[in-house]
C-alpha cells in the first residue's frame, strides 16, 4: 500500500495562494491521484485528480482557479490553489488507486484506496 503525505497547508486571506503536496512513498505504473477535501460537517469531495495518462479532472468551482500536478521523478502531486475564499476552508487529502481511473471516477472517492492524514487550509475574510 502506497504510503501518503501531505503538506502546505496553512492560514491565508481571501484572494490568496497556497500549494499543497503529496509525497508519496510510489506511483503505481497505472494510477489515479487526486485531492479531496472536507470541511467540518460536510461530506469529503472531490477537488482535482490525475492519472497516470496525465488525463486529469477538476470539481466546477476549482476549474480556472486550482492546477493539480506531478513530478514523477519525485513522487510527489502538488496543488496550486489561487484566489482561494473562505469556502476553500477545510482539510485537504491526497488519495490514491492502483487503477487508472477516468472521467468522473477521478473525483470519487470511493474508488481510492489509500489516504495521506491530510492538511487544513484555513481562508479568511
Known amino acids: 500500500q502506497v504510503q501518503l503525505v501531505e503538506s502546505g497547508g496553512g492560514s491565508v486571506q481571501s484572494g490568496g495562494s497556497l500549494r499543497l503536496s503529496c509525497a508519496a512513498s510510489r506511483f503505481y505504473a497505472k494510477y489515479s491521484m487526486g485531492w479531496f477535501r472536507q470541511a467540518p460537517g460536510k461530506e469529503r469531495e472531490g477537488v482535482a485528480a490525475?492519472?497516470?495518462?496525465?488525463?486529469?479532472a477538476y470539481a466546477d468551482s476549482m476549474k480556472g482557479r486550482f492546477t493539480i500536478s506531478q513530478d514523477n521523478a519525485k513522487n510527489t502531486l502538488y496543488l496550486q490553489m489561487n484566489s482561494l475564499n473562505p469556502d476553500d476552508t477545510a482539510m485537504y487529502y491526497c488519495a490514491a488507486h492502483s487503477v487508472s481511473w477516468s472521467g468522473h471516477y477521478l473525483l470519487d472517492r470511493r474508488y481510492y484506496s489509500a489516504w495521506g492524514q491530510g492538511t487544513q487550509v484555513t481562508v479568511s475574510s
Open positions: 490525475i492519472n497516470n495518462d496525465g488525463s486529469t
